[in-house]
């Protein structure tokens, strides 16, 4: 299985538009970053999490000339603006998307994307088959076993997503230890990291590496990332050895 980080920032981006902040000016790529999603290419399926503002630039960044599936995390903006853009695979690969969410984010992709679940359907629409997904039941997408694993983000229940020795966690604040149990084992965990300092809805770096000490995979990497965390090489050098920052195209190989 082959992941690729297709964004790493928070809902902004890095740079943000008119900031003059050393990260925002950095030369390093890895201090840019688009909006937080990942490509997962299995053996048999192309899956995506989450299709924020930035999906196209990414997909075509990447090179990214299939695709099944579309897992969402939840429903803010950043991370399904992009919806609209899985387009090419219905035209050029007659493929109707699979979209998996829960119930709540359904609603709110019917509300946002009023026009993909209208009656009357106009010519060019995006075809997507909805899927519902609840926290600790299992699903298939081809071979692959997906277990949707829910995290709070202050109020709001955010969908991780475990397949294999896999786990991808964005938007998190606190994680119960039922969740926990459900990521405990993982060998290659992604989590978020904000900043440094204290935010309602997101853990900051030192939260952020405690429960990723507290899972104990062989690898972590910090993922929706924020201008306010610092210079990419500078956080980096500061994190234990198994725990690094992620940044837009990084590719793993997971096994
Ligand atoms: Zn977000
Ligand atoms: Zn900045
Ligand atoms: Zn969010």
Redesign the pocket.
Known sequence: MKITFLGTG??QGVPVIACICEVCRSTDKRDNRLR?SILIETEDKTIVVDSGPDFRYQLLREKVNDLDAVLFTHE?K??IAGLDDIRPFNYLLHKVIDVYATERVQTALKREFYYIFAEKKYHGLPQINLHTVENGKEFKIGVNTITPIEVMHHLLPITGYRIGDFTYI??AKTISEDSFNLIKGTKILVINALQNESHISHFTLNEAIAFAQKVGAEMTYLT?ISHNLGLHNSVEEKLPANIRLAFDGLKLNVY
Do not use: K
Request: hydrophobic share 0%.
């Open positions: 928070t809902s937080t803010h950043d991370h964005t938007d929706h």
